[in-house]
């Protein structure tokens, strides 16, 4: 247990690494976001409310670990292509050390997001400070692992070429079918449905909804947690079993 | 003794055979090189060898212990550097052998130990700051091999270890391959057979799967009549010398 644990620490520590050293990876999951939250803040937010602070913020958080998907996906099929992977493989290491050194070198960084995302929001629109804003962040990081699930899944299946044609469908869903950019009140009742059963709604209404407050505990928060969850769990099953195939082919 | 015995080691993909009851021993402290044209299945052999893949039939014995039932035992005594580059890309040299040493349960004193050693048989302490990313590919090359040194293993497999390289960056790594010579049993496979002729103690020729011959360069050259691996090689698996 102690080993294992000890290779999960080396392992996390150098996926760290790997992610921060990639300018890449800051621009997309940290600049880009966070100059999305500002512009559409200072432009839109007197003339819709979609562009307030307290459900931009929230919203953007989600947005931005969109992206979780893409660098996970790119630094896992990096690995494979390379056959970095294969070299540690020969390892004691074991498949889930893999699994957990992915993930949680990507949980500091959704810290961070959130943290970001939202103390801006603060600094721009100061009623948007509120106590409210840690269950927000705590949130954040159940989010997080549906993105980090699809994200080791598609670096299992996809080559670091077709990694990010595949995962810019995610963030696209992320952006179409969150219901952020643009008001829900007009759509079909196809198209809300849909975004009803899907994460991608469930997962900006749950941080939104956890920091403004809610009506109803069950309809606002629980529901939604509980669409997030069974999807992230699908995910990271379905992760941990192609990654288990991948090591033994 | 024997380091390596494989018994009708067998490997099938689908409709495809990689590998074709491969009987064979690898003692210890020698060099032996596998060739083979492309898909002979030397990659295949090595794949089981390392418990990476498992064969259809047949066993193996790596230090007497069967890379079926006794992996982790395996793994304790090989490593590995594979025919691409596997190293850590944003990683320091310093960091990469770091890494590597404690993947593999090294306390600090020995991660140090293993660092000087590698700076000096690699002549790594020079570029010990710089990203792996950042290194040309002969440099890259010899980082991954010593990598596969940190764990101390009985037994080093190479597979391709110059793929791709100039000649200088060849002949160096040569030259440190060389000076591994003894210290452990290597099974190297290549192209190359300049390489198998400069280094190798025995030499397996593989085609289709099955391992065609098993044996020195002079009883390469005295069964197939010439008087360089490369003839003997065309010679042994039916291609045209006049080509």
């Known amino acids: ?249 | 003794m024997a380091v390596i015995r494989t018994c009708d080691l067998r490997k099938e993909y689908q409709d495809v055979v990689a590998v074709d009851g491969v009987s064979l021993d690898v003692e210890e402290g020698e060099l032996f090189a596998l060739l083979g044209v492309n898909g002979a299945g030397k990659t295949t052999l090595i794949k089981m060898l390392t418990c990476l893949t498992a064969p259809t039939s047949g066993d193996a014995f790596v230090m007497e212990h069967s890379i079926l039932r006794e992996k982790e035992d395996v793994k304790s005594v090989i490593d590995v550097s594979m025919q691409e580059t596997a190293v850590a890309r944003n990683l320091t040299v310093e960091e990469n052998i770091e890494f590597y040493a404690a993947l593999n349960g090294h306390t600090k004193e020995e991660i140090e130990a293993a660092k000087a050693a590698l700076y000096s048989a690699f002549d790594l302490g020079q570029v010990k700051g710089k990203r792996a990313s950042k290194l040309s590919g002969g440099w890259q090359r010899k980082l991954s091999i010593a990598l596969a040194l940190v764990s101390d293993p009985k037994v080093l497999f190479l597979d391709e270890p110059t793929l791709g390289l100039d000649v200088i960056a060849r002949r160096e790594l040569w030259k440190t391959i060389r000076a591994l010579k003894g210290r452990m049993t290597i099974v190297l496979t290549t192209h190359y057979m300049e390489e198998a002729e400069a280094l190798a103690d025995r030499i397996g020729i593989m085609k289709g799967g099955k391992l065609l011959f098993v044996g020195t360069k002079e009883a390469l050259f005295a069964e197939t009549g010439k008087d360089n691996v490369e003839d003997a090689f065309i010679r042994m698996v039916g291609g045209d010398l006049d080509a």
């Open chain 1, 1 to 249: 247990m102690r080993n294992s644990i000890g290779r999960i620490a080396t392992l996390t520590k150098r996926n760290i690494k790997e992610i921060i050293r990639d300018p890449l990876t800051l621009i997309f999951m940290l600049a880009m976001p966070l100059f999305m939250e500002i512009l559409f803040y200072a432009i839109f937010h007197t003339m819709t409310s979609q562009f307030e602070m307290k459900y931009l913020a929230p919203g953007i958080a989600v947005f931005a670990q969109a992206f979780l998907s893409l660098f996970a996906g790119l630094l896992i099929s990096l690995d494979r292509t390379t056959s970095f992977l294969t070299r540690l493989f020969v390892s004691k290491a074991r498949p889930y050390e893999f699994i957990f050194g992915y993930t949680c070198a990507l949980l500091p960084i959704v810290l961070v997001q959130s943290v970001l995302f939202f103390v801006v929001g603060g600094i721009l629109d100061s009623s948007f400070w509120s106590v409210t804003m840690l269950l927000g962040i705590l949130l954040s990081l159940v989010t997080a692992f549906f993105f980090i699930g699809i994200g080791i899944l598609l670096g299992c299946l996809c080559t670091d070429k077709s990694v990010g044609g595949v995962a810019s469908v995610i963030i696209a869903g992320q952006s179409l079918l969150s219901g952020m950019w643009f008001p829900t009140e007009g759509l079909g009742k196809g198209m809300l449905t849909l975004m009803r059963i899907l994460p991608f709604r469930n997962a900006t209404m749950l941080l939104q909804n956890a920091v403004n407050g809610y009506g109803d505990l069950f309809a606002d928060l629980i529901s939604p947690l509980l669409i997030v969850l069974a999807y992230a769990l699908v995910a990271f099953i379905s992760a941990v079993l192609v990654f288990r195939k991948k090591m033994r082919a």
